[in-house]
C-alpha cells in the first residue's frame, strides 16, 4: 500500500481512512505522529520539529482542527483519534502474538494502564513498561533493544514523545512507535474521555478544555490561530 500526503503548513498528512492506516502501520515500521493543530504551530515555529514530522512514516489527522485546515485547502480527509488508533494497533498485536512496550505518563498509571490492557485483549504480551519521567533515554534504548518489542507506545507528550521516537527508530528498525499523548491517561481510568456525542461533533478539546482548565490556555487560541494560519495558506501565496 502506498501513502498517498497532503502538505498542510508545510506538513505531510496522510490521507487514509482508519482501516486503511490500520494496515498500513501493520506492514511498516518506524514513526507514527498523531498530529494536532497545537503541533503544527509547534512545527512552523520549530524546523527540527517540522524535520521529524516530515520524515515520520504515517501521521495521522487527531483531532477536528486538522480536518478542518485541510479541508480549508480542499483536502476531504476524515479525523482518526490517535487514542482508537493506537488501541486498535494494540488489539492487531494481540492477535499475531507480537510484543508490545509501554513509556510514558507517571508510573502507576502506565502500570494501571498495562493492566487494563490487558484485561481487555487476550494474549496481549506487553514486555516493557516504563514511566516517562526518566532522565537517561540511552538506558531505555537499551532495554529496548534487549526486549525487540513489535510495538512501542510512547506517551511523553509533544514534542518529546516525537523527538524521543525519531531516536529511538533507528536503534529498533523492526518496531512501530506511535505517540500516544495523554492516552496511558485515560486507559488507566485516571482521566475520561469526552462523552461520545462530543466524540461525533468535534468537540472533545472543549470538554476537556472545560474540565482541565489549566489547558484553557494552552488549548484554546490554538484553534483559531491554526485556522487563520492556514486560510492565509490558502489565499496569500508563498512570499507574500
Ligand atoms: N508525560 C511524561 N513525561 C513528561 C511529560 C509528560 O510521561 O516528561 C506524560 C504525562 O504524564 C501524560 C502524557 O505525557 O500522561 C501526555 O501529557 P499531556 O496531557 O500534556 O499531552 P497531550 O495529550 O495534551 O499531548
Keep these: 500500500m502506498e ?9 505531510n498528512i496522510d490521507t487514509f481512512t482508519f482501516e486503511q492506516a490500520v494496515n498500513y502501520a501493520k506492514s511498516t515500521s518506524g514513526q507514527v505522529v498523531t498530529i494536532n493543530p497545537e503541533m503544527i504551530n509547534n512545527a512552523v515555529k ?15 489527522p487527531d483531532g477536528i482542527g486538522v480536518e478542518i485546515g485541510l479541508k480549508i485547502l480542499g483536502h476531504k480527509v476524515r479525523r482518526i483519534a490517535g487514542i482508537e488508533f493506537a488501541h486498535r494497533i494494540v488489539e492487531e498485536c494481540a492477535k499475531d502474538r507480537l ?22 485483549c487476550s494474549d496481549l504480551y506487553i514486555t516493557y513498561v516504563q514511566d516517562g519521567y526518566f532522565k537517561d533515554d540511552e538506558k531505555i534504548f537499551n532495554e529496548l533493544k534487549i526486549r525487540q518489542p513489535r510495538l512501542v507506545l510512547c506517551a511523553l507528550g509533544s514534542p518529546k514523545q516525537e523527538e524521543f521516537i525519531f531516536k529511538a527508530k533507528n536503534l529498533l528498525p523492526e518496531a512501530l512507535f506511535i505517540g500516544v499523548g495523554g492516552s ?17 461533533l468535534g468537540l472533545e478539546w472543549l470538554y476537556r478544555t472545560v474540565k482541565e482548565p489549566k489547558r484553557f490556555k494552552r488549548i484554546f487560541p490554538t484553534l483559531p ?4 494560519k492556514v486560510l492565509r ?6 512570499g507574500v
Design 3 to 11: 501513502r498517498n500526503t497532503v502538505k498542510l503548513q508545510g506538513l
Design 46 to 60: 520549530n524546523s527540527q520539529f517540522a524535520d521529524i514530522i516530515n520524515s515520520a512514516e504515517l501521521v495521522i
Design 99 to 120: 510484543s508490545v512496550a509501554l513509556i510514558g505518563a507517571k508510573p502507576e498509571i502506565v502500570q494501571k494502564a498495562k493492566e487494563n490492557l490487558m484485561k481487555e
Design 184 to 200: 496511558f491517561d485515560v486507559w488507566s481510568g485516571a482521566v475520561k474521555r469526552a462523552p461520545v456525542i462530543y466524540q461525533k
Design 225 to 228: 490561530l491554526f485556522v487563520l
Design 233 to 238: 495558506e490558502k489565499f496569500i501565496p508563498k
